[in-house]
T-cell receptor, first 116, second 113 residues
Framework: SQKIEQNSEALNIQEGKTATLTCNYT??????LQWYRQDPGRGPVFLLL?????KEKRKERLKVTFDTTLKQSLFHITASQPADSATYLC???????????????FGSGTRLQVQP | DADVTQTPRNRITKTGKRIMLECSQT?????MYWYRQDPGLGLRLIYY???????NKGEISDGYSVSRQAQAKFSLSLESAIPNQTALYFC????????????FGPGTRLTVL
């Protein structure tokens, strides 16, 4: 079966450290992968996108890697702050077999808690 | 983000009732989506629309229907609500080009008793 896996256990780190979140997938060949941030009771917010031919993408304190051989993306937050505490979702852009349309398929997310 | 709005924000209803969730957007995007979110299951796609005449089923469309009244409006209906449809529902929009970056509404918390 096809699936996207993110660590369901919360990640707790100290302020100032680098947080690393993992997104693994099986049986997909996505053209690109996206990361979103979701705060409690709110809708997800887009953070970064990385294409299949890109190994790494950076935006301020955020870095995403994409290894299509390992079928894995890593999401890093450097110099983490308590304000970074949230749930982070990865999403793969995939063709829907029954419609031929592209749509996002989301992982279940990993909750990050940054301790001051 | 006020660009994508959802009404109602919270709704409690009873089994068997028909209920409609509404989504409006001012972003001018052609593509609109409905997702549900359950604890531990992440976001799952219910329906999506690429324009007013283009409606597509998502992963979990059974028990739901949609209407795209205009480019800016996309409604989700539960014809006969059941308790396992209790969830957080999100509407989203995107341009689709060049990438499918999505913009989400604030969500509707639906409880079916």
């Amino acid at each position: 079966s096809q699936k996207i896996e993110q660590n369901s256990e919360a990640l707790n780190i100290q302020e100032g450290k680098t947080a690393t979140l993992t997104c693994n997938y099986t049986n997909y060949s996505p053209a690109y992968l996206q990361w979103y941030r979701q705060d409690p009771g709110r809708g997800p917010v887009f953070l970064l996108l990385i294409r299949e031919n890109e190994k790494e993408k950076r935006k301020e304190r955020l870095k995403v890697t994409f290894d299509t051989t390992l079928k894995q993306s890593l999401f890093h937050i450097t110099a983490s702050q308590p304000a970074d505490s949230a749930t982070y979702l990865c999403a793969l852009d995939l063709y829907q077999l029954d419609t031929g349309r592209r749509a996002l398929t989301f992982g279940s997310g990993t909750r990050l808690q940054v301790q001051p | 983000d006020a660009d994508v709005t959802q009404t109602p924000r919270n709704r409690i209803t009873k089994t068997g009732k028909r209920i409609m969730l509404e989504c409006s957007q001012t972003k001018g995007h052609d593509r609109m989506y409905w997702y549900r979110q359950d604890p531990g299951l992440g976001l799952r796609l219910i329906y999506y629309s690429f324009d007013v005449k283009d409606i597509n089923k998502g992963e979990i469309s059974d028990g739901y229907s949609v209407s795209r009244q205009a480019q800016a409006k996309f409604s989700l209906s539960l014809e006969s609500a059941i308790p396992n449809q209790t969830a957080l529902y999100f509407c989203a929009t995107s341009t689709g080009v060049p990438y499918n970056e999505q913009f989400f509404g604030p969500g509707t918390r639906l409880t079916v008793l």
